[in-house]
């Protein structure tokens, strides 16, 4: 059964976050796809996740599909304007890769290109509207294609520390909606309760809710990002789990995998985001009775 069909049916849906290798050695993300092909239902390919040059997600995306995996990426409107975004959208689809996520990319000083300079044609909103003229047959400039495509098309919700910011996202959130997401990839969750609360208030966006389970490798990881992205969330109950287990490396699969099944009947399906832990998803999978 294919992501969208899983989708449109109410099933929980299992995605797992894969980067694409700096270079051309593929072979890391070939057999880390092998080894979860049967335990996750799609796996989402960045694209400069971060703003760190990769190989492409187009390139991700056609691997994924040669290993039997079926593939959902990232576009963006930072590095291409709206002619090479919708040459590359069009590609995508006659390569087998039908599903989208249109994000928001990370600046520039971020990366690792610092003096690339960004192009920003469309923003999310235009994105997603390019792409739904697109499947009704004509291009941005109003031109008939020779045969259209069709695709699962989905968002993202940003980071919220208050109830304020929270009204903002939302409020982003529904516009994206109305442009033609079909979907809501959601921040990552470290507190059951905040996510269903957040749940019931974004229900009313008529879209599934797929929240991110980000795997904590270590305390120092999750005292940073309580510390310096207030967004995350994290309760000093979970960092003090982590700081008294007798294995911290575990405890942070144990905590993955416990988020996943206690995000069950709260979202329709998670994305489990490893960054450069890709081989260790199927312990998660695990822990997650999965």
């Not at 992501?3 to 099933?11: D, H, P, T």
């Not at 590095?79 to 087998?96: E, H, P, S």
């Not at 921040?187 to 009313?204: L, M, N, T």
Request: some cysteine.
């Amino acid at each position: 059964m294919s992501f969208q069909n899983r989708l449109s049916s109410g099933e929980f849906v299992i995605l797992a976050q894969m980067n694409t290798p700096k270079g051309v050695n593929i072979s890391e993300l070939v057999n880390n796809a092998r080894r979860i092909k049967e335990r996750v239902h799609a796996v989402i390919i960045p694209d400069m996740d971060n703003g760190v040059m990769r190989m492409s997600a187009l390139a991700g995306g056609v691997l994924m599909r040669q290993q039997g995996v079926e593939p959902i990426i990232h576009v963006y409107g930072r590095d291409k304007n709206r002619m090479a975004l919708q040459g590359d959208i069009l590609a995508a689809y006659v390569l087998g890769i039908q599903n989208i996520v249109v994000v928001r990319g990370e600046d520039m000083p971020l990366g690792d290109h610092v003096d690339a300079k960004p192009v920003d044609d469309l923003d999310e909103i235009g994105l997603l509207s390019v792409i739904r003229s697109l499947e009704k047959g004509k291009d941005a400039a109003g031109f008939e294609l020779s045969g259209t495509p069709s695709f699962m098309v989905g968002c993202t919700i940003g980071p919220y520390s208050d109830d304020q910011e929270l009204e903002t996202e939302l409020e982003k959130a529904r516009k994206k909606v109305e442009a033609g997401a079909g979907f809501m990839i959601c921040p990552a969750v470290f507190d059951i309760e905040r996510f269903a609360s957040f749940a019931q208030k974004a229900g009313g966006l008529g879209v599934p809710l797929i929240p991110t389970v980000f795997l904590l490798k270590t305390v120092g990881i999750a005292r940073y990002m309580a510390t310096y992205e207030p967004g995350a969330f994290i309760p000093e109950a979970l960092i003090k789990r982590m700081r008294q287990a007798k294995d911290r490396e575990l405890e942070g699969f144990i905590i993955a995998g416990e988020t996943i099944k206690n995000l069950k009947g709260i979202a329709q399906g998670v994305q489990i985001v490893t960054l450069g832990w890709e081989h260790r998803l199927p312990t998660i999978l695990e822990y997650a009775d999965l």
